[in-house]
Each structure stands twice: as C-alpha cells, then as structure tokens.
C-alpha cells in the first residue's frame, strides 16, 4: 500500500499545477471538471459527452433516470454540480482524480435503489459519478462465474445467465432493477440465501477505482480492501467498476407459491410456527413472510392483517407440498397452490409481485411504478411469543400503514463465520425484519405522517429485537440509525451505526479505510471513519 501511495500524490500535484491556471481564470466548474478530464484522456470531444451540468438539457433527466424514491425527486431535493457518465474504467479514474484537484465532494451511483437516496443526494456541494453506462456481463459457463461490471442491473444478470445456462443462477436481490454497484458491495440476498449464502459470500473478484485513480483487481488491492468491498459499502473505499461472481447450480425445475390469511383464518398460529418453521426447514426453501394491515373481506370495514407466505423451493412441487404438510399443516399448502417453473420464470415471478412474464422483463432498468419509501430493519433471535404477536397485530392495525416483512436465515447463513465478509448477521439470526412503508401522497405533512408512524413500530418492536446494539441491514439504509454531521465523519460518529451495520467487523473497516483512504475523500452520510490519530 505504503509504496504506490508514495508516487501518485506527485501526479496530482503535477495536474493540480496544470490545472490552476484554469481554476483562476474565470472558467467555470464545468469547464475546469472538462479540461481536466480531458487531460486524462486525451480527447476533448469525448470528455464533453459524458459529463453534463444543470444548463445541459437531459441534466433533470440523466438525474432523474434512477432515482428510486420520490421522497428524493422534489424541486427541493440537493441537486448536483455536475454528472459524470463514464463509458470507459479510464473516464471513472479520470473522474475521481478531477473531483480531487477541483476539491469536489462526490457520490457513485449505479442502480440508485438506496432506500436515503445517499447515491445522488447531499448536504455539500457535490457531483455524481453515474454508472449506468458501464454495465457490459460477461458470463463464463466453463469457469462457472461472470464479470459483472457495476452499473448493470441484477435483472440484466439474471438474463444474461439464463441466456448462457438453465441450470446455474446466482443469489441475488429479488427487484430486477437494483443495481450491481450498490447492491453487492452492501451485502445483497434474495430469495437463495439459505442454499447459497449472500451475493458477497460468491464474489471471486472485483475491479476498483482508489483514491489514487489507479484500477486495482483482487491481486492489486489486496485482500483487506477486498474484504471490505465484499459488503462494507464500496463508497467508503472507491469506485467499483465490476465483480467477478460465482455461478450457482440450480435445477431445472423450481417451485413457487403465494398463500395469504388473515387474523379471522387463524394466521397467527401461522405466524407463531413460521418463525420455528422457516429459519431451520430444507435449506432449498426459502419462505418470506410479510404482515400488512388490511381490511377484512369477510366483516366489511373491519381492519385485520394479512399475512403473506411467499416462497421459492429448489425442487418439484410434489416434495414441497409433502415437507410442508409435515412442518407447517397450519399453511394447509396444497398442490394447487403451487407453480412448477425454470429458475429464471422464478427471478421473473418474485420481482413481478407475483405474476408470470416473459424473462425479457428483467432487461428493463425502469421499475413499474415509484412511491415514497421509508425502509428501517431488525435481526431476531428469538420468535414472538403468540400473545405477543397478538398484541403486534393490534398495534399495526392502530398505526394503519407500516408493514412488516420477515426473512428467514439459517441453512448456509449459519456455516459463514460472522468475520467472514463485514456482513455479521450470521449464526443465530432466526431472521431479519424489514420495516416498510411506502405511500403516494405528496408533501411534508404526509410524510411527516408516514416516518411518524414507522417509527413508533419500529421502537414497539424493541423488545423482541437484537439490542446492544440493535443491530441493522446496511442495503436497508436507513439514516435513523445514525450519521456523520456534516464535514466531520469522526470515529465516535461512525462506530454509532457502524456497529449496527458491521458488529465487530467496524475495527477491520476502520482499519481498511484509514489504509487505502486516509484523506476521506470516498465518504458520505454512514460512510467508514478513518482511524483517529493516536495520541
Ligand atoms: C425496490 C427495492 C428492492 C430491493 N430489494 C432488495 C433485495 O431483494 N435484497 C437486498 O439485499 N436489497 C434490496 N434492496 C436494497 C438494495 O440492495 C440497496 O439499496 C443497494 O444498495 C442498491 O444498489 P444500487 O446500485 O441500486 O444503489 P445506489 O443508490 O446506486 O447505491 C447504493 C450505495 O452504494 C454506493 N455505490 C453504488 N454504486 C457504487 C459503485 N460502483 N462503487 C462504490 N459505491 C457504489 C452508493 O454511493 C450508495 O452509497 C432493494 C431496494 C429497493 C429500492
Ligand atoms: C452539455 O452542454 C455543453 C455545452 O454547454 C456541451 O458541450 C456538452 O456536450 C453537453 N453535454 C452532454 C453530455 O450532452
Ligand atoms: C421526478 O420529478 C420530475 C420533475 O418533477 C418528473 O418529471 C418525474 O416524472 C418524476 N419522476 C417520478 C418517477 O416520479
Ligand atoms: C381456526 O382454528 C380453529 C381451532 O383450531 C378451528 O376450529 C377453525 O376451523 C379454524 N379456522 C379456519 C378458518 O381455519
């Protein structure tokens, strides 16, 4: 590390003196931020198609084009200085030694679905790197694994995949649209964890812009940087451009199903013996559980909650139906109930809420519908007594509109040690919660409303989540659970929710960054703090 930091800072201030003669003049930023990119690629004609300011009239729409939440796409939302498209690994590395010399603060986006929207949005004056555009996938049957390069989507993996294989797949988000940059440097699952583990726990390698602007690999980097890249967050360390992932087998038939009921059907001793059930059964099922308020069919204008079992087995529907009448009768799963499919059909199934299309939908980067969001989540190691859930139901049923949404772990998530990846939710999780509310309505007052009432769930919950500390999901983001003020990032405020975050995987972060970032030029609002001087 020691040697190639001691030989770059000689070639930024080489460009800084080639570059102040521009930044006295009265050259705007836009110019400056062109001119020195230029110098990084030699071509002026380029540089000017990839990097647009708000005059440029597609800027609100390059902005906009992945922006996940509207909480985030208001007129009063922070707007960037400038937007930088690269289409080569060369205009990333370009970009980030510019951002440096102009003293610009900046922001990786790749598929925007960051629940803060903290990929485009910030309190200083800052630009956005923009992946979109890098997102070529190159699968590779033989070697069972793909180079993924970050701004592709994992629909577009998925395909990709499919196109090359039927019979290998890979553990992923469920949403189609999120994007590969945010996604597995966070620690992304779906619906194979169980089987596979996370998106991080099959990642053989990785390409990444440093602080330097050099293009590290695996062997460059070094293990510890890409350790931390493998779901510590990539923006605290540097840009990914790629991952090389490894391919999981899975068979050519797969099963699905979606069963609901509600209070009035006897869901809570569903609910009660899904928390036993779903954490320890097959490690080829995976059942997600979610809990809404709802109003009752059967007494108009009742308020109940429905609870959804939605599941994806890696086998026939017979064995399913056959294991499930033996470990949750209380389901009454029947073989009507489920559909047999191809994995992909699957991947289609669970990111189209439930409804079959043709796999060519996984290609398309634009979701169906944004609301505003609000996501916070929690670990439990202990189910809910049912008295306990009773009492929940009644309290969802007063708040009106939060949902909560279960994920079992176990199977493989309980043979990775919790130092294995800086992801430490591992052995002894039953399962994770993710608090979720989502609404249409515009303006301060309806969201003042909305964050209002998930919160008082989230802090009803106290009692039978994880505590000291209550532990968090970093691809859930959630600013709630602590952030650095503004142009400080100090130690003490990054261990408040880094140990939510990582457990005792913050030291090792911590230690990372202050190696391969020392001047905290990659941070943001929960980004790694380096290491404070020792006195
Ligand atoms: C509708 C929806 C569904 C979701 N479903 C799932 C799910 O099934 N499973 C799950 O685990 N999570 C899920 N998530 C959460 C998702 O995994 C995270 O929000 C993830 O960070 C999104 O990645 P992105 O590239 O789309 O986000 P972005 O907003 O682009 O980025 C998120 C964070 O990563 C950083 N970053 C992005 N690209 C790079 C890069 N190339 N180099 C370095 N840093 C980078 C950003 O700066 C930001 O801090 C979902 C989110 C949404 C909105
Ligand atoms: C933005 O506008 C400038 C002129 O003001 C133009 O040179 C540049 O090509 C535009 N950028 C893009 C990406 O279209
Ligand atoms: C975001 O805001 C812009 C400008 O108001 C608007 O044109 C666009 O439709 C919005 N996007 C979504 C998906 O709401
Ligand atoms: C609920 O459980 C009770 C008692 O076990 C049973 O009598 C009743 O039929 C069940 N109701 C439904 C809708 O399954």
Request: glycine share 8%; charged share 20%.
């Amino acid at each position: 590390m020691s040697r190639r930091s001691a030989s770059v800072p000689l070639l930024l201030l080489l460009l800084l003196l080639l570059f102040s003669f521009s930044l006295c003049s009265s050259n705007s930023l836009y110019d400056s931020f062109l001119q020195c990119l230029t110098s990084q690629r030699q071509s002026f004609d380029q540089a000017s198609k990839i990097v647009y300011q708000e005059s440029n009239s597609s800027f609100a729409s390059v902005l906009n084009s992945y922006v996940r939440n509207r909480r985030f796409n208001t007129s009063s939302t922070p707007k960037p200085l400038i937007i930088v498209t690269p289409l080569l690994e060369s205009d990333a590395s370009g970009a980030v030694l510019c951002a440096q010399i102009l003293k610009l603060h900046i922001k990786i986006r790749s598929g925007g679905h960051d629940f803060e929207g903290i990929s485009y949005v910030s309190d200083d004056p800052f630009i956005i790197l923009d992946m979109f555009n890098l997102r070529m996938i190159h699968v590779n049957i033989q070697d069972e694994s793909a180079w993924v390069q970050a701004g592709a989507t994992l629909g577009e993996l998925y395909y990709r995949i499919w196109e090359s294989s039927k019979v290998y797949g890979f553990p992923a988000g469920i949403c189609a649209t999120v994007g590969v940059g945010g996604h597995l440097s966070c620690g992304g699952y779906g619906n194979m964890l169980r089987k596979y583990g996370l998106s991080v726990d099959n990642i053989l390698d990785a390409r990444i812009v440093d602080v330097n602007g050099k293009i590290l690999d695996r062997d460059s980097m070094g293990e510890d940087l890409f350790w931390a890249i493998r779901g510590g967050g990539g923006a605290s360390f540097g840009v990914v451009l790629a991952y090389k992932v490894r391919l999981v087998p899975v068979p050519e038939t797969v099963t699905v199903f979606h069963v609901e009921k509600t209070i009035e059907e006897n869901m809570t001793d569903l609910v009660y013996k899904w928390q036993l059930v779903a954490p320890s059964t097959d490690e080829n099922l995976f059942m997600r559980l979610a809990v809404q308020p709802t109003t009752s069919s059967s007494r108009i204008g009742r308020k109940t909650i429905r609870a959804s079992i939605t599941a994806l087995f890696l086998g026939g529907a017979e064995k399913l139906v056959s294991l499930l009448g033996k470990e949750l009768p209380e389901l009454g799963l029947k073989k009507e109930n489920c559909i047999e499919m191809s994995w992909i059909e699957s991947a289609v199934w669970w990111g189209n809420f439930y409804k079959q299309a043709s796999p060519s939908i996984l290609l398309d980067r634009v979701p169906g519908s944004m609301n505003f969001l609000k996501r916070k989540s929690d670990y439990l190691e202990k189910p809910i007594p049912k008295a306990n859930l009773e009492r929940l139901w009644k309290k969802m049923i007063a708040l009106g509109k939060p949902e909560l949404v279960f994920n079992p772990y176990g199977g493989r998530m309980n043979e990775i040690a919790t130092s294995e990846t800086p992801f430490p939710h591992r052995t002894g999780n039953l399962f994770k919660i993710q608090h979720s509310i989502s609404w249409t309505e515009e303006g301060p007052e309806a969201e003042k409303n909305y964050l209002s009432q998930i919160r008082r769930l989230y802090s009803y919950m106290t009692p039978y989540v994880s505590s000291n500390p209550r532990r968090s999901f970093l691809c859930y983001r959630d600013l709630d659970v602590g952030v650095t003020s503004k142009g400080k990032n100090s130690y003490s405020e990054g261990k408040v929710y880094g140990i939510k975050y990582f457990g005792g995987n913050f030291d090792r972060l911590v230690k990372v960054k202050t190696m391969v970032d020392p001047m905290n030029f990659f941070r943001n609002e929960q980004s790694i703090p380096v290491k404070p001087w020792e006195s």
